[in-house]
């Protein structure tokens, strides 16, 4: 299979992964806030296991769209593009499991870096994604990154016993290039 390029950004790294990203996954817990952003039950567990660290480095690497994230010299997460050649669309996906590096901006330079390779090197015509209506950091981001709103799915997420919205999103080609 062949693996994704990386992508270089002002201050983050797109790549495949590397020998000490395991070290690096296990180095940070399971934060409560990020597993509620992911829609996750915050109670559910705090520890990794040498078995999470295993499956979240061997599904990327599988993965023909999936890159780890590293900044600073470590991994920090990871992001991903689900591709529907057939309608020449793609889901996005962006994760960073290190609270440490929330806030900076960050996840609008990893977005823009995938949006891209989306349109430029896949010529795909659009992109979209599904956040939970809480996840206001995201939103702020994907609407940085030029994803527009296109409506509510109502109550789509139970999350620890509580219906919550998700908010589709979108951006279409013409729109990244008119940027």
């Known amino acids: 299979m062949e693996q994704p390029p990386e992508l270089r950004g002002e201050r983050v790294l797109l790549r495949q992964p590397a020998e000490q990203d395991h070290t690096d996954y296990m180095r940070v817990d399971f934060d409560p806030e990020m597993l509620h952003m992911y829609g996750e039950d915050r109670h559910r567990r705090l520890l990794k296991t040498e078995a999470d660290a295993t499956a979240f480095l061997e599904a990327i690497s599988r993965h023909p769209h999936e890159w780890c994230v590293e900044y600073e010299g470590r991994l920090i997460g990871q992001a991903r593009l689900t591709v529907r050649w057939e309608d020449e669309k793609a889901r996005f996906a962006i994760g960073l499991f290190d609270p440490s590096v929330w806030?900076?901006?960050?996840?609008?330079?990893?977005?823009?870096?995938?949006?891209?390779?989306?349109?430029?090197?896949?010529?795909?015509?659009?992109?979209?994604?599904?956040?939970?209506?809480?996840?206001?950091?995201?939103?702020?981001?994907?609407?940085?990154?030029?994803?527009?709103?296109?409506?509510?799915?109502?109550?789509?997420?139970?999350?620890?016993?509580?219906?919550?919205?998700?908010?589709?999103?979108?951006?279409?080609?013409?729109?990244?290039?008119?940027?």
Not at 131 to 156: D, M, W
Not at 172 to 178: C, M, Q, S
């Open 103 to 179: 806030g900076q901006g960050l996840g609008t330079e990893i977005t823009k870096l995938v949006l891209g390779y989306a349109f430029e090197t896949l010529r795909l015509h659009r992109v979209e994604l599904k956040v939970l209506a809480y996840n206001t950091r995201a939103i702020r981001c994907y609407e940085k990154s030029g994803f527009i709103k296109e409506g509510i799915e109502r109550e789509g997420a139970l999350v620890e016993g509580t219906f919550h919205d998700d908010i589709r999103m979108s951006i279409l080609r013409k729109e990244f290039e008119d940027r």
